[in-house]
């Protein structure tokens, strides 16, 4: 069946750091990808996305590129804020199963000043 | 706007008791689901409903009944409370057509079962 592995946490970074989160994923057919963030206390909304293979979403400076020969959907900011800090989760829904959302893990991230 | 509502936001039970978390959205999804949210697990689905009158077991289904009689509402039943369902419940709606579609989340559940 479809599974996502991310990158465990917490990670812990300094204002205007480089972050990483790392995602790879186990799928039938061509999924579509997602990452949702997680703010303390609040439900899960949506950061980006990427339907098809070499897409890249991108919002609020956060980026991923769909790598189909790698099947990962890395997370990636230039300079993270304080503001960033939140769980992060990877998430896929395979081609044809439009209910089913399967999420990794999730990936806690403090950002301290 | 209101998206998607869940009540109530925390909820402590007995072991054995029954209740249901209600979930509503107002933005005529077609699919909407519940899942569980536990440290170190991520999110794991528990039931799902393609339109009203359908749904279907998820990943994690013992314990919990749900209906769908309309397509507004999507309540989820526990019908005798255990400590092992004691978690962060969040409900999710989607419009249908393709797997690159939006879901939308409630503000979640923190239920306690003691």
């Known amino acids: 069946g479809d599974s996502v592995t991310q990158m465990e946490g917490p990670v812990t970074l300094s204002e205007e750091a480089f972050l990483t989160i790392n995602c790879t994923y186990t799928?039938?057919?061509?999924?579509?990808l997602f990452w949702y963030v997680q703010y303390p206390g609040e439900g899960l909304q949506l950061l980006l996305k990427a339907t098809k293979a070499d897409d890249k979403g991108s919002n609020k400076g956060f980026e991923a590129t769909y790598r189909k020969e790698t099947t990962s959907f890395h997370l990636e900011k230039g300079s993270v804020q304080v503001s960033d800090s939140a769980v992060y989760f990877c998430a896929l829904r395979s081609g044809g199963s439009n209910y089913k959302l399967t999420f990794g893990k999730g990936t806690l991230l403090t950002v301290n000043p | 706007n209101a998206g998607v509502t869940q009540t109530p936001k925390f909820q402590v039970l007995k072991t054995g008791q029954s209740m249901t978390l209600q979930c509503a959205q107002d933005?005529?999804?077609?699919?909407m689901s519940w899942y569980r949210q536990d440290p170190g697990m991520g999110l794991r689905l528990i039931h799902y409903?393609?339109?009203?009158?359908?749904?279907d077991q998820g990943e994690v289904p013992n314990g919990y009944n749900v209906s769908r009689s309309t397509t507004e509402d999507f309540p989820l039943r526990l019908l005798s409370a255990a400590p092992s369902q004691t978690s962060v419940y969040f409900c999710?709606?989607?419009?249908?057509?393709?797997?690159?579609?939006?879901?939308?989340f409630g503000q979640g559940t923190r239920l306690t079962v003691v």
């Open positions: 409903s393609v339109g009203a009158g359908i749904t």
């Open positions: 799928a039938t057919g061509y999924p579509s």
């Open positions: 933005m005529n999804h077609e699919y």
């Open positions: 999710a709606s989607s419009a249908g057509g393709a797997g690159n579609t939006e879901a939308f």
